[in-house]
C-alpha cells in the first residue's frame, strides 16, 4: 500500500509563505493524480489543489493567484507552494492520490490513499 508523508506544515504570520511536501514511496508516483486537501475542525475536506501526471492542474477558487502545486516524479514528491497566506487558511493539510478523477469535480471521495496531514496555522 502507498504511504504517503506530509511536512512544511508549521505557524506563519497574515501575508507570509509555507511550502508543503509530500513523499510517497512509490516508482510508479508519476502515473497519479496528485493533490492537496484541508480541513478544520467540524468541517468536510475540502480540495485546494490537483495536478495530473501531465502537470495539467486545478485550484480551488479560494487559492488561485496565491497557491502553486508541482510535483517532482524523479523524487516522487508532490509540493504546495503557499504565499500571502490569510488566517483562513488555517487547516490541516493532507496530500491524497488518484489513479481516475471526475474533472468537472472536485471531491475527497475520488482519492483513495492519503497522508496522515501537517498542521497550517495562520495568524493575524
Known amino acids: 500500500q502507498a504511504e504517503l508523508v506530509e511536512s512544511g506544515g508549521g505557524s506563519v504570520q497574515a501575508g507570509g509563505s509555507l511550502r508543503l511536501s509530500c513523499a510517497a514511496d512509490?516508482?510508479?508516483?508519476?502515473?497519479?493524480?496528485l493533490a492537496w486537501f484541508r480541513q478544520t475542525p467540524g468541517k468536510e475536506r475540502e480540495g485546494v489543489a490537483r495536478?495530473?501526471?501531465?502537470?495539467?492542474?486545478t485550484y480551488a477558487n479560494f487559492v488561485k493567484g496565491r497557491f502553486t502545486i508541482s510535483r517532482d516524479n524523479a523524487k516522487n514528491t508532490l509540493y504546495l507552494q503557499m504565499n500571502s497566506l490569510k488566517p483562513e487558511d488555517t487547516a490541516i493539510y493532507y496530500c491524497?492520490?488518484?489513479?481516475?478523477?471526475?474533472?468537472?469535480?472536485?471531491?475527497?471521495?475520488?482519492?483513495?490513499?492519503w497522508g496522515q496531514g501537517t498542521q497550517v496555522t495562520v495568524s493575524t
Open positions: 491524497a492520490r488518484a489513479e481516475r478523477v471526475d474533472w468537472s469535480r472536485f471531491v475527497s471521495e475520488d482519492f483513495g490513499y
Open positions: 495536478i495530473a501526471p501531465n502537470d495539467l492542474s
Open positions: 512509490e516508482v510508479t508516483f508519476g502515473y497519479y493524480i
